[in-house]
T-cell receptor, first 114, second 112 residues
Framework: DTAVSQTPKYLVTQMGNDKSIKCEQN?????MYWYKQDSKKFLKIMFS???????INETVPNRFSPKSPDKAHLNLHINSLELGDSAVYFC?????????????FGNGTRLTVT | AQSVTQPDIHITVSEGASLELRCNYS??????LFWYVQSPGQGLQLLLK??????LVQGIKGFEAEFKRSQSSFNLRKPSVHWSDAAEYFC??????????FGGGTRLMVKP
């Protein structure tokens, strides 16, 4: 009955490869997000999706593309992986995109690019 | 631009001692403030939030935080720390679209 689930938990791959991380939420939330946590634990928003529409796209490389087949899923596709993409990626969801809607986070996907 | 600063990267306290984790924010309007906790290998869990009203907010696990507009602070406190409180703590401010700007985190270690 996990609320926000991400797969895989660990992902090790080589530079230049293309990979995807899946995220699903069973909370019935309308908004989903992707955050990146670097090696110094600093968290930064990457994407936010509301009702399958991208509402704000931070300045991330266009090698990163979110895909949302329905409002319960927000997958992250990464093309041409680089060493600097190594990080922990967190998916999150919230009831809405309003300020008073707390985020629920998944347990993260640790991506290592070699 | 909005920002969040957590001045203490690491804090060590003895079990049973009181705890205060500092958070300072920079935000042009009335801030929406949050504290999240991250246990090793886990995602972030919301401890408490401040939107308006009473400046002292209560959260889960016995935590509380006080919003002080004059000091641009939102410090997290707990009167008696338990070993299970050892984790990484993040302060955050809410932005448009409910995106959060996080501080750099404070790692709490608890001595027996």
């Amino acid at each position: 009955d996990t609320a926000v689930s991400q797969t895989p938990k660990y992902l090790v791959t080589q530079m230049g490869n293309d990979k995807s991380i899946k995220c699903e939420q069973n909370l019935g939330h309308d908004t989903m997000y992707w955050y990146k946590q670097d090696s110094k634990k600093f968290l930064k928003i990457m994407f936010s999706y509301n009702n399958k529409e991208l509402i704000i796209n931070e300045t991330v490389p266009n090698r990163f593309s979110p895909k949302s087949p329905d409002k319960a899923h927000l997958n992250l596709h990464i093309n041409s992986l680089e060493l600097g993409d190594s990080a922990v990626y967190f998916c999150a969801s919230s009831h809405s995109s309003s300020y008073n809607s707390p985020l629920h986070f998944g347990n993260g996907t640790r991506l290592t690019v070699t | 631009a909005q920002s969040v600063t957590q001045p203490d990267i690491h804090i060590t306290v003895s079990e049973g001692a009181s705890l205060e984790l500092r958070c300072n924010y920079s935000y042009g309007a009335t801030p929406y403030l949050f504290w999240y906790v991250q246990s090793p290998g886990q995602g972030l869990q919301l401890l408490l939030k401040y939107f308006s009203g009473d400046t002292l907010v209560q959260g889960i696990k016995g935590f509380e935080a006080e919003f002080k507009r004059s000091q641009s602070s939102f410090n997290l406190r707990k009167p008696s720390v338990h070993w299970s409180d050892a984790a990484e703590y993040f302060c955050a401010v809410g932005n448009a679209g409910n995106m959060l700007t996080f501080g750099g985190g404070t790692r709490l270690m608890v001595k027996p």
